[in-house]
């Protein structure tokens, strides 16, 4: 049995990583702020692990949840393209030194490897399709600045600190427990929800931008993976599953998953909003024997069930 810190495991992808830890019998501990993990998220697996309620900004906090753990999944994070173009210096506090405070914690107490999330926004708008690892990063928002330097944290506490790390690009992941309420909400629980309700869906933009949307238990996989993969410290890997679809045609799949006809209403683009986004998921799939568990179609379908049980 390995003893893993999730930090941010009351949050969305935090907790579907926690709860597969839990299922394969496996010691976790969570750190979270609560600031947008979910307490609700954790009710039925809260006596299977320990929670730390603490901040990445907080290095005593930081040092008492890594103390004995074997690997470190840090996913704490303030998330969201659009709430770092509002407060740039909160998204860097949090992300970039929040992720500080925990490599120099683990490096301290000896952790076998760090698992980092980072985002596919690291990549920018560039043309070229599909984004492989070996792109140069075009960062367009402080929310991809602060995810860049995240991985640039990590490639240096393995080279420098003989610290392991492996850093995860993710592309739009989705699924159960994806808060759709917060006023930075993910696409997919927003389309949702909406449409339960027969609303028409909000689109910035024409619809035509497309994402790589990539269902959580592949992300799960992917970290589980990371953690234990041989001779890969320091490097970073697309999560994703290689396919892209446009906002229009989620809608008309959702559509023929709702079984309703809810036609999207149109708002002007956003601020700092990549128009294409598509993974190239080769090195994942050679060095971290990743496979896409989960397809799109498989993903949105599993994802309304939950919303509906909501």
């Known amino acids: ?25 496996e010691r976790v501990r969570v750190l979270d702020n609560f600031s947008t993990g979910r307490r609700e998220n954790l009710t039925l697996l809260l006596e299977r692990v320990e929670l730390i309620e603490g901040d990445l900004q907080d290095p005593a906090a930081v040092r008492q949840a890594v103390e004995g753990t074997d690997y470190v ?7 969201s393209v659009q709430r ?13 030194t929040g992720t500080l405070n925990l490599l120099l914690a683990a490096r301290e107490a000896g952790v076998k490897r760090v698992v980092y999330a980072s985002s596919s926004a690291a990549y920018g708008d560039g043309p070229t399709l599909p984004k492989r690892e070996d792109m140069l990063p075009q960062p367009k928002s402080p929310y ?30 989705f699924g159960p427990r994806q808060d759709p309420a917060s006023q930075y909400a993910a696409v997919i629980p927003l389309f949702i929800m909406s449409m339960l309700q027969s609303a028409p869906p909000a689109v910035y933009g024409d619809g035509l ?3 790589d949307f990539t269902y959580v238990s592949n992300v799960v996989q992917a970290n589980l993976l990371a953690a234990a993969a041989p001779g890969v410290a ?10 892209q679809y446009t906002l229009l045609e989620l809608i008309a799949t959702l559509d023929e998953i709702l079984g309703v006809q809810v036609p999207p209403v149109h708002t002007a683009p956003r601020p700092g909003d990549v ?36």
Not at 84 to 96: G, K, M, R
């Open 209 to 211: 931008q497309s994402r």
């Open 73 to 79: 999944l840090h996913h704490a994070a303030l998330p």
């Open 234 to 243: 320091g490097r970073v890997f697309n999560v994703a599953c290689g396919q």
């Open 144 to 173: 991809a600045v602060s995810k860049l330097a995240g991985e640039h944290y990590c490639r240096v506490f393995a080279e420098v600190y003989r610290l392991e790390t492996v850093s995860l690009r993710y592309f739009n992941v």
């Open 275 to 310: 128009r294409h986004s598509l993974a190239d998921i080769t090195a994942a799939q050679e060095a971290l024997g990743y496979r896409t568990a989960v397809d799109f179609h498989e993903g949105l379908r599993r994802t309304v069930a939950w919303y509906r049980g909501e």
């Open 1 to 25: 049995m390995a003893f893993y810190l999730v930090t941010g495991g009351a949050g969305f992808i935090g907790s579907n990583i926690v709860e597969e830890l839990v299922r394969r019998g």
């Open 84 to 96: 770092s173009v509002d407060d740039p210096l909160a998204s860097n506090a949090a992300n970039v």
